[in-house]
């Protein structure tokens, strides 16, 4: 068994899947580990809806109607849900608290996506998380069915890896400008 550390620098973004995805079953194993994250008053501030077949046609169609796009430019909009055959909407459920704010909340959504992705990734699974400029758009949130204080921070894009090669490890050199310590 490898470490975490290990697992976390194996991850990639695979933009690119098969037709193959987990079931409903293993991906409750794997949202019961992923929420662990931090979660100041146990508020569980996140819910994941899976979107399969037709409810990624939906989608499409609400990104396409949020954009205004018409013709060829929202029918290329409209397949984008279809590159992966399970996505997995992230949505942040903030509500009011006196002592946990919505940021903190967000964040522990977010959380949540990160360790599910990289869940899924160890498990074997290609992922991508897909975000875009209509991803809190009405439409889009009425597709998904949020209630109110719900929103979306994007979708995990997961399928199989195929035959095609694990993609590079993106390094980033400026990881020294991002670290500093205060005394």
């Known amino acids: 068994m490898r470490s975490v550390r290990e697992a976390v620098l194996a991850r990639r973004s695979w933009p690119s899947v098969t037709d193959a995805a987990p079931t409903d079953a ?3 194993g794997l949202l019961e580990a992923a929420s662990t994250v931090p979660d100041h008053a146990a508020l569980g501030p996140w819910r994941v809806i899976a979107l399969r077949g037709e409810a990624r046609r939906r989608l499409g169609a609400a990104l396409a109607e949020a954009s205004g796009f018409e013709g060829d430019a929202a029918d290329k909009l409209a397949a984008k849900p279809l590159r992966a055959p399970l996505l997995l ?8 608290h006196p002592k946990v704010p919505a940021w903190e909340q ?3 959504a977010a959380g949540v996506g990160h360790l599910l992705a990289l ?8 992922v991508m998380w897909r975000t875009g400029p209509f991803t809190r758009h009405p439409a ?3 597709m998904h069915g949020l209630a109110e204080g719900e929103h979306l921070l994007g979708w995990l894009y997961v399928g199989g890896r195929g035959a095609a090669d694990r993609p590079q490890r ?8 991002r670290f500093s310590a205060l005394t």
């Open 119 to 126: 869940l899924l990734d160890d498990a074997g699974w290609g």
């Open 140 to 142: 889009v949130a009425r």
């Open 89 to 96: 909407a992230l949505v942040a459920a903030v509500r009011p």
């Open 26 to 28: 293993e991906l409750a």
């Open 106 to 108: 967000e964040a522990s």
């Open 170 to 177: 993106r390094s980033d050199p400026r990881i020294a400008d």
